[in-house]
């Protein structure tokens, strides 16, 4: 059974709209008195912030927008084209936006497939962007994080991580369910499509070709950039 529930016995008493921190915090309170939830921190070394900062220094008027393409699976991956159509929409609206990509070694396809679909849309004025796709750590991804402004990316570990550096998040989700699984703790705004089939928690999609992942194909641009706004402007 995927997620071991098979393994457990025991269910800890909580409303079925509970966040997952919500649900972790009331089983570590198990036999005790339940604490009450905190927002995920991630504690950096000064090392850690130091890389960062060389990585993206402070520069006046400019906008750091961190970016991640990827997730643990196909589903909850929005197309590259809604990314490259999102950050050239963002671009003309905020030409001072510095738009920063981080993500694993084995997601450098996406950050190739997306600067070549960057360069398509604004051959003449170049979009500012950093790749560092494979060149952090973990927590070295965290620390960029809390140097941008804002966080745009899937239902991954790196929305985690920025809700968790204090950086506010706009996410899309597809199958997994927002109640329990959206950024915590920081101002965010979570955008789906309103589907009868979802939120399913499915790897892989059950609906055929050309239908499959509808609610990652079917997602606004328009909606992702008045969700950046809106943040950028709080």
């Not at 008195?33 to 520069?59: C, G, I, M, N, W």
């Not at 070694?105 to 604004?122: D, Y």
């Not at 991580?161 to 204090?166: D, K, N």
């Not at 309103?194 to 609610?215: G, I, S, T």
Request: with cysteine.
């Amino acid at each position: 059974v995927r997620g071991g529930a098979g393994l457990l016995d025991w269910d800890v008493p909580q409303p079925p709209e509970a966040h997952q921190v919500e649900l972790a915090v009331a089983i570590a309170s198990a036999g005790s008195a339940q604490a009450a939830p905190r927002a995920p921190r991630v504690h950096l070394t000064d090392d850690e912030r130091s890389k960062a900062e060389a990585l993206l220094p402070s520069t006046k008027g400019s906008v750091p927008i961190g970016l991640h393409l990827g997730a643990g699976f196909q589903s909850k991956c929005l197309p590259i084209e809604k990314f490259s159509a999102l950050i050239a929409a963002l671009h003309r609206r905020k030409p001072a936006s510095q738009f920063v990509v981080v993500g694993a070694p084995e997601e450098r396809p996406l950050i190739e497939t997306l600067k070549a679909q960057l360069e398509a849309c604004s051959p003449s004025q170049p979009i500012r962007h950093i790749d560092l796709v494979g060149k952090l750590s973990l927590l070295e991804t965290a620390a960029v994080l809390e140097r941008c402004r804002l966080f745009i990316g899937n239902d991954s570990a790196p929305m985690h991580l920025a809700a968790a550096v204090g950086t506010p998040v706009v996410t899309f989700f597809g199958p997994s369910e927002p109640w329990k699984f959206h950024p915590y703790g920081v101002p965010y705004r979570l955008l789906e499509v309103d589907l009868m089939c979802r939120p399913c928690d499915y790897v892989h999609c059950l609906w055929p070709e050309p239908l499959r992942y509808q609610c990652m194909t079917r997602q606004s641009v328009d909606a992702m950039v008045a969700a950046a706004e809106e943040l950028l402007r709080a």
